[in-house]
């Protein structure tokens, strides 16, 4: 792999205002901006790296675990949906992120969708197109998202 392509964060974008990503570095941390991100929301247990949230961007932690066990709290999706909707009525940009990008972070961006007034399956069809390794059908996943659904409208 070139010297590049590693430097190079896993970012696809879902919309004019929202992106999805892997863990960002660091080193993201101005790739990151350049896009016009405002906010990031880490679903990851782990505590992101203090340099990717710097002004502008601010960073909301919402610890997960990505796990079927252990299902994502809808008050943790409510909240970072209820700190996007704001910014993305500002025309600015939100990221959302995980560890790889697959799971939790596009459970969290299916429910900024829905904020912003998609119905659940139009958020999930959306991410896939958007996102190729993004797996919003896997039961547990799936199961949050429609569950948020129910009770934000």
Known sequence: MSGEAQRLPDISQITDYLYISAWPKGEHAAEIRALGVRLILSMHWRRPVKTVGHPPVRLLWLPTVDTPLTPMPIFLLR????????????????????????????????????????????????????????????????????????EWR
């Open 79 to 150: 909240r970072g949906v209820e700190a996007a909707l704001p910014v993305v009525r500002q025309g600015e940009r939100v990221l959302v992120h995980c560890k790889a990008g697959v799971h939790r972070s596009v459970a969290m961006a299916c429910c900024v969708l829905i904020g912003a007034g998609y119905t659940a399956e139009e958020a999930m069809r959306l991410v896939k197109e958007r996102r190729a390794v993004a797996d919003p059908d896997a039961w547990y996943i799936r199961r949050r998202i429609l569950k948020f659904e129910q």
